[in-house]
């Protein structure tokens, strides 16, 4: 059972809690496609023999009443599993197009502080199929925590749902999770202890007053005042065996390769809302995961961010892409991710509306949240039915409205997109623009060998 004992938040955690606001909750919601609809009743074993792997999934959390405490963890009264878990159905003949309205929908209400941080939503449909939309807060841990979650609710075995599986084993899965920027974690350490500190004062301190300074991005069509209406979209799998192809031919990553097809996708758009693109470069918000590669933390938040240019307004995909690595390659050089690391925890010992005031100054410096996470490498099993595509939305910092996430799953990748009803009002454009820009790149490489 969990432990009664209160736990108080990590500063980056509570940073988190607090970056909640009436037009932007501070939730990740992830989609799973399904080959049918899963049974309300399996999950609610399964989820029952499995709970206690993750303590907090059972707890709230409750701010300090004394000024400069830190808010805690504590058990949940009467906690009851079947407040967390909705059946949901959508009327036939209901498509995706209806799923994205159940899941903006979703992604613009708040959960209930009064529970545990967590929900999830079992969809009958779209179609034939079924769908399982699942929103757990940020305060409980970054995306690398919330997929390592996610395999021990998950099974590779259609009836391996009946079984209890150890923490131990679970740990011991060789599934290969990773941010694909990498980690930063061994230098983000080094920064850290004291020697580590002395070599690296200097540049940190440029590199602080650098972000700090930095103009604020481009006002667009991107950026501007924020509704409780949402709006979401994810693409086609694309073949993960392809995207790695193109990288190989090109020198490229896979993530230079995707982030490029998105710059060019958001410029069309931008060109299509009037905006002149000519030479226009933005700036995205980019979690970078820091966690080494040993870790098996299933809860926290163990993450910076660092600003990427997007170059939305080059036209030519391989001028595009090229552009795309030599920003990478910038950010992967610097000390901007040890830099935001220290920023992050700092905010967490701020009072909350100074912590919201802070995150705001820095997020008015980029327009949107692009987000990657590489998931399980295996189809997986969700209490007895087989996952055969999924994707997630990041939540939003400070004022921004946009975020574009990037996932990769079983030999696919899943480019999603969420955006507030006021600044994109069909997301899906944008999305088949991503799907058009990587089909237009792949010609551009063909055309130059």
């Known amino acids: 059972m969990?432990?009664?004992?209160?736990?108080?938040?990590?500063?980056?955690?509570?940073?988190?809690?607090?970056?909640?606001?009436?037009?932007?909750?501070?939730?990740?919601?992830?989609?799973?496609?399904l080959d049918h609809p899963v049974e309300v009743a399996r999950v609610l074993e399964m989820l029952g023999r499995r709970l206690d792997l993750h303590p907090k999934l059972r707890q709230v959390v409750e701010e300090p009443l004394l000024p400069g405490a830190?808010?805690?963890?504590?058990?949940?009264?009467?906690?009851?599993?079947?407040?967390?878990?909705?059946?949901?159905?959508?009327?036939?003949?209901?498509?995706?197009r209806e799923l994205e309205e159940l899941t903006a929908d979703l992604v613009g209400q708040p959960l209930d502080f009064g529970r545990p941080l967590w929900e999830v939503h079992l969809v009958?449909?779209?179609?034939?199929?079924?769908?399982?939309?699942?929103?757990?807060?940020?305060?409980?841990?970054?995306?690398?925590?919330?997929?390592?979650?996610?395999l021990t609710l998950t099974d590779r075995?259609?009836?391996g749902w009946r079984r209890s599986p150890s923490l131990l084993a679970v740990r011991r899965r060789p599934d290969g999770l990773a941010s694909l920027f990498g980690t930063a974690a061994a230098t983000a350490g080094?920064?850290?202890?004291?020697?580590?500190?002395?070599?690296?004062?200097?540049?940190?301190?440029?590199?602080?007053?650098?972000?700090?300074?930095?103009?604020?991005?481009?006002?667009t069509p991107l950026r501007g005042p924020l509704s409780m209406l949402k709006r979401v979209a994810w693409s086609r799998p694309l073949r993960l065996a392809d995207v790695k192809r193109l990288a190989r031919r090109t020198g490229a990553t896979v993530n230079d390769v995707v982030v490029s097809s998105i710059a060019g996708a958001i410029g069309e758009h931008l060109a299509a809302e009037g905006v002149e693109t000519a030479g226009l470069r933005i700036r995205a918000m980019v979690p970078v995961n820091l966690r080494p590669p040993d870790?098996?933390?299933?809860?926290?938040?163990?993450?910076?961010?660092?600003?990427?240019?997007?170059?939305?307004?080059?036209?030519?995909?391989?001028?595009?892409?090229?552009?795309?690595?030599?920003?990478?390659?910038?950010?992967?050089?610097?000390?901007?991710?040890?830099?935001?690391?220290?920023?992050?925890?700092?905010?967490?010992?701020?009072?909350?509306?100074?912590?919201r005031a802070m995150a705001g100054f820095y997020s008015d410096k980029a327009s949107l949240v692009l987000t990657n996470v590489v998931g399980p490498h295996e189809p997986l099993y969700l209490a007895g039915e087989r996952i055969r595509e999924m994707t997630?939305?990041?939540?939003?910092?400070?004022?921004?409205?946009?975020?574009?996430?990037?996932?990769?799953?079983?030999?696919?990748?899943?480019?999603?997109?969420?955006?507030?009803?006021?600044?994109?009002?069909?997301?899906?454009?944008?999305?088949?623009?991503?799907?058009?820009?990587?089909?237009?790149?792949?010609?551009a490489v063909r055309r130059l060998r």
């Open 124 to 150: 009958d449909g779209p179609g034939a199929g079924g769908a399982v939309i699942s929103r757990f807060h940020h305060a409980l841990g970054d995306g690398q925590a919330m997929v390592k979650m996610l």
């Open 295 to 355: 870790d098996t933390g299933m809860s926290e938040n163990r993450f910076s961010l660092v600003y990427l240019e997007l170059p939305v307004g080059v036209r030519d995909p391989w001028e595009r892409l090229q552009r795309v690595r030599h920003e990478m390659r910038r950010i992967k050089e610097s000390d901007e991710a040890q830099v935001g690391w220290l920023m992050l925890r700092s905010l967490g010992l701020l009072p909350a509306q100074m912590e």
């Open 190 to 219: 080094h920064l850290l202890e004291a020697p580590g500190l002395v070599r690296g004062a200097v540049s940190a301190t440029g590199t602080l007053a650098r972000l700090t300074l930095m103009d604020p991005d481009p006002t």
């Open 157 to 159: 075995t259609p009836g």
């Open 70 to 96: 830190a808010p805690h963890w504590r058990a949940a009264r009467d906690f009851d599993l079947r407040a967390h878990v909705h059946h949901v159905g959508l009327p036939a003949p209901a498509g995706r």
């Open 2 to 33: 969990a432990s009664a004992v209160a736990e108080p938040l990590t500063r980056a955690d509570a940073a988190w809690l607090h970056a909640e606001a009436p037009t932007n909750h501070f939730v990740v919601t992830s989609l799973a496609l």
């Open 392 to 443: 997630f939305w990041e939540p939003e910092s400070g004022g921004l409205g946009v975020g574009v996430s990037i996932f990769s799953y079983a030999g696919q990748l899943v480019v999603g997109m969420v955006s507030d009803a006021n600044l994109v009002r069909e997301p899906a454009r944008v999305i088949a623009g991503v799907e058009a820009a990587f089909a237009e790149l792949r010609v």
